[in-house]
């Protein structure tokens, strides 16, 4: 009994960690309809950012929660200029190519940034400094709860109450749905679309940042590879919940994260990595807009 | 839209770049093909000697090649400083692999048939190696793996040699100490089903410790560039064993640490040479310590060699040697000892001194190789205290 | 919209079906002249560009397959590298568990490879080609990924150690005889009429669909045989470098065949066969860079080129144009009569 709630700790907490990289996947996805690839490695700059300013500073000397907000303004900021000019320079020309050009382009950024990342930061694993160390563990029995994770948990759901209220209830959030609707109309309309994707991108960049150094600090080991598979399986959860619903891409990431743990801990863990992608074929089989996704009509 | 000729202009332009790229290839291929087998060593008998080194610069593994590229850098020139081999200097050509078992096979080629390499020094990883071993048997060119451990590498022919352990020796050490030193009859493994290094180390030890009357009370895996192991932690948790044999790499292992702690599991872990970097202390901070692994040598070793080693490597790197670097180190100097000892630098002469090679007194310990062409040494196991790794016994082969 | 108005006109110099088999002597013609060089590139050629060749071959193989399925039909496949293992392990069992090295083994060997991939690419078609959109591309990815994960669970073939002693059975004649045999099939397939039902689907699903097209079976249709021809690749692959190993074919390995089938132009034969010969000399050439630097840039080189490439010129080097089409006028004529008439 302890053991299912542990395991059920573990993948809450895990599923926590895809949640915070899909909320920025789903935002590009939704608006743009663009698989935005360099997104794991936006994540990855954004731990990287994240670790040269707490070395800079020595910020691993004193922890304290401060440093921790320092640090996590910090990596958004930089994950947000990054995002901004991956968007003005790589995909903005492309805006009235076909599909196909604009998804190699992201693949191409983002292999650019894994290995321009490993020649820049070196290919070994860097420690991640521990900025913030909140008080020992949780301790029930034999359960624990880590409150890093709880933490992580806890940020991930008001990140998404905050896109929520990005969304539905400020203009920005108005005209990303237009654009998101019609791009062509929304533009006709007067509403700034290149301006509007420009945000959108930010916004969704600066999650990714701030992902970035929290799983920095939750698995202390970064390197420049790492944001490969966490991307996938954050694009998988996206899917999941339902592509552009910020709630759908929360509630994907954690029942991926339990879904993997439950796997790992009950059958066999050496089919993890595959589990993501067999859901997503069965997600795409059975119910293709996802589970909270809205059906469109394509129209000619 | 373009007007037709400007736009067949700029496409014949197009067509003209292309060939212009494929025209050194073109050319380069009219040489006469050099008789490889007669070995291109004696056809410079002045200038530098070359050595070939293949490894993986960059991709996944690349923080291993590196590693391991720095080792058999420093040695090369160290043994140029003082005064090279048969008075003539060492000249290191190394090429990158990307972690690829066929780019590794073009890599040793071009090395072989193009730059006219004497030995080949290479991979990191058996996978490479496996990939390796048959050109440079077939061109026979002697080839020396750093850290290549399983054990048909070696098999490829009778010009392919090793300087580090081989799985079901390093298996069986960590087998034997935990039977024999700890004293304890039940143990877990998590493996890197990734990495073949890993799951070889994996299967001898439970080979091995079965035999002597222990039980594996589960074997669970986790995949290479994983972060979150607590799933199969948790599950092991549920059979308390009284270790965990964990033979993965450094890059991993830290963390697998820290979540057995933090999951409240109290047994030590146990690993293997993959272990040997300052990054494992440094990742897995308190957590790893009391831990366990089984290595080439231990850097407390107050013998010159290594103290040298580990001075002279901090002053070029920064960094303190891991075990790849010093395995790197180790085959360099192997190699130049043996053409030393070769009566002329024909590529059979330099493989016979090298499979003559006995108690070469390296940084990983005394070497001898074998009639399998394997490095007989003994292994140390070590216990992590602090950020320092204790000595604890010596396991003879 | 002057995207979608060039490939159009493009629709009409893929005329009509080729009166039979008019032009199979030129392919017969090839298959001859690659056995008759094979004796002397096997013997003559230095080891080190003979290999270098061997793997231009094999590159041109899987980049024309995929060019069917990214180029001709408008999808976007990145798990080409994964049908191109399932055909490489299933050709290097067979040969190594039968100990069969005859010519006959071989072929039957590398065919049950390629029978493989194409049932892999059956079951993975099937469900994800009915989905618009770029799904196809991360299924496809996931594929690769699944693969690489189940192999790893195979202790018959090695798992993460791989697989040993795969007997050399690769010659030039074999690499090229494949060449030949792949491209005369892709340019039968692109030039009948299931090819323009291919192509109708690229421009425009709906308006195929209405045509009559029957989009997901002329998708699955391109999807498999290209898998086929991968799996043959990778038959040809195993028995080349005599090892396999699950690594080998990770998404860097799809994605160097991406953009072999970008640089030469979606859509090109001729134009993914020129890509792939360059970029295999190319990454070898690089060799020198990286000797006096000290430092791999080519992979960063890569990925800056195929962004590069698709903000300048996003058709690829040929765009959907073949090698014939740059000929003077007179060679054209010679060659390819009718397509020299209809650009006039």
């Known amino acids: 009994m302890i053991e299912l709630i542990q395991h059920l700790v573990n993948g809450l907490s895990l599923g926590a960690i895809y949640a915070l990289i899909a909320l920025g996947y789903t935002m590009v996805f939704g608006v743009l309809q663009l698989i935005n690839f360099a997104h794991g490695d936006v994540y990855m700059l954004g731990a990287f950012i994240g670790l040269y300013v707490s070395r800079h500073f020595a910020l691993g000397d004193h922890p304290s929660l401060g440093n921790l907000i320092g640090v996590l303004v910090c990596a958004m900021i930089g994950c947000a200029i990054v995002g901004f000019l991956i968007e003005r320079m790589a995909y903005r020309p492309l805006r009235k190519s076909s599909r196909i050009n604009v998804l190699i382009t992201a693949v191409g950024v983002s292999l650019f940034l894994e290995f321009s990342g490993q020649l820049l930061f070196g290919s070994d694993p860097k420690f991640f400094p521990q900025i913030y160390k909140p008080e020992g563990d949780w301790t029930l029995g034999a359960l624990v709860i880590n409150p890093l994770q709880v933490m992580v948990l806890g940020i991930s759901l008001t990140l998404m109450a905050l896109l929520q209220f990005v969304i539905f209830k400020t203009r920005l959030g108005r005209a990303m749905r237009a654009v998101s609707f019609n791009h062509d109309l929304a533009s006709l309309m007067g509403i700034p679309t290149d301006r509007v994707i420009s945000y959108t991108f930010m916004l969704g960049s600066a999650l990714a940042g701030a992902a970035g150094v929290l799983v920095g600090l939750t698995y202390p080991k970064i390197e420049p590879l790492m944001g490969v598979m966490p991307g996938l399986k954050a694009f998988v959860a996206a899917v999941l919940g339902g592509v552009g619903n910020v709630v759908g891409a929360v509630v994907g990431a954690i029942t991926l994260g339990l879904a993997e743990e439950f796997l790992v801990g009950y059958w066999s863990p050496n089919y993890r990595d595959a589990l993501a992608f067999a859901i997503l074929i069965l997600i795409l089989l059975f119910k293709p807009t996802g589970l909270f996704g809205a059906k469109r009509t394509e129209k000619v | 839209m373009h007007s037709p000729v400007a736009f067949k202009f700029t496409n014949s332009l197009l067509i003209a770049t292309l060939f212009l790229g494929l025209s050194p290839i073109g050319c380069k291929k009219k040489q006469v093909p050099q008789d490889t087998a007669s070995g291109s060593a004696q056809t410079t008998s002045v200038g530098p000697i070359k050595i070939g080194e293949v490894g993986s610069m960059t991709g996944s593994e690349a923080t291993f090649g590196t590693s391991t590229h720095n080792g058999i850098d420093l040695a090369i020139r160290q043994i140029n400083a003082a005064g090279g081999v048969h008075g003539r200097m060492l000249e290191l050509i190394s090429l990158d692999d990307q972690g690829k078992p066929e780019e590794a096979a073009t890599a040793v080629t071009k090395l072989i048939t193009q730059n006219g390499v004497t030995a080949i020094l290479g991979e990191v990883a058996s996978s490479r190696s496996l990939a390796m071993a048959p050109i440079a048997q077939t061109h026979k060119v002697p080839m020396i793996t750093p850290s290549s451990t399983n054990p048909k590498v070696t098999e490829q022919g009778d010009f392919i040699f090793r300087v580090c352990f081989i799985d079901p020796f390093q298996g069986t050490v960590m087998a034997k100490f935990a039977l024999e030193t700890l004293k304890i009859k039940k143990v877990a493994i998590l493996r890197d089903i990734k990495n073949d290094y890993s799951v070889g180390l994996a299967n001898y030890f439970a080979e091995t410790f079965k035999k002597g009357g222990g039980e594996i009370v589960m074997d669970q895996s986790y995949g290479a560039g994983d972060i979150d192991f607590k799933s199969q932690l948790t599950s092991i948790r549920t059979k308390t064993p009284e270790a965990i044999f964990v033979p993965g790499y450094y890059t991993e292992v830290g963390l697998i640490a820290r979540q057995a702690r933090e999951l409240g599991i109290k047994a030590p872990l146990m690993g293997g040479d993959g272990w040997d970097s300052p990054k494992l202390a440094e990742i897995g901070g308190k957590a790893i310590e009391g831990s366990y692994f089984s290595n080439h040598y231990s850097s407390e070793d107050q013998s010159p060699e290594i103290q040298t080693f580990i001075g002279k490597f901090k002053e070029a790197y920064g960094v303190v040697p891991d075990g790849l670097s010093a395995m790197g180190y180790d085959a360099a100097r192997v190699l130049a000892d043996a053409m030393t000892r070769a009566p002329s630098l024909d590529p059979q002469a330099i493989r016979d001194a090298i499979a003559a090679t006995k108690d070469f007194a390296g940084v990983t310990g005394k070497i001898t190789i074998d009639s399998n062409r394997n490095a007989v040494k003994a292994a140390v196991v070590l216990k992590v205290v602090g950020t320092q790794y204790k000595y604890q016994t010596t396991i003879q082969p | ?344």
């Open chain 3, 1 to 344: 919209m002057t995207q979608k108005n060039e490939p159009l006109k493009n629709l009409s110099t893929h005329r009509e079906p080729r009166s039979g088999l008019r032009t199979l002597w030129v392919w017969l013609a090839s298959l001859a002249l690659v056995w008759a060089l094979d004796f002397w590139v096997t013997d003559q050629l230095d080891a080190y560009f003979f290999t270098i060749l061997m793997y231009a071959g094999i590159n041109i193989t899987l980049a024309v397959s995929l060019n069917l399925v990214n180029g001709f039909t408008g999808q976007f496949s990145m798990g080409h590298a994964g049908f191109m293992s399932v055909g490489g392990y299933v050709a290097a069992y067979l040969s190594t568990r039968y100990q069969a090295e005859t010519p006959l083994a071989f072929v039957t060997a590398l065919v049950s490879g390629g029978l493989a991939a194409a049932g892999a690419g059956y079951i993975v078609g099937l469900p994800s080609l009915r989905l618009k959109g770029d799904y196809l591309a991360i299924v496809t990815l996931g594929f690769g990924e699944i693969i690489r994960v189940v192999l790893l669970n195979i202790d018959a073939v090695g798992g993460a150690r791989g697989m040993t002693n795969i007997p050399p059975l690769t010659t030039f004649g074999w690499v090229y005889s494949v060449v030949v045999v792949t491209v005369f099939s892709a340019w039968r397939l692109v030039n009948s009429s299931h090819g323009r039902a291919l192509l109708s689907v690229r421009e425009d699903e709906i308006a195929a669909e209405a045509m009559g097209v029957n989009i997901t079976r002329a998708k699955l249709r391109a999807f498999v045989i290209a898998a086929f021809f991968a799996g043959i690749a990778g038959g040809l692959f195993g028995h080349y470098l005599r090892y396999l190993n699950p690594a080998t074919f990770d998404f860097n390995r799809s994605f160097e065949i991406i953009i072999m089938v970008v640089l030469g132009g979606m859509g090109s034969i001729t134009g993914s066969v020129v890509a792939a010969l360059f970029l295999s000399g190319i990454r070898e050439a690089l060799r020198p860079l990286q000797e006096i630097t000290k430092i791999d840039f080519r992979m960063v080189i890569y990925s800056l080129m195929l962004i590069i490439l698709m903000l300048t010129r996003p058709n690829g080097l040929f765009g959907t144009r073949e090698l014939s089409e740059f000929l003077p006028a007179w060679l054209r004529d010679r060659l390819d009569p009718k397509a020299s008439r209809k650009s006039t």
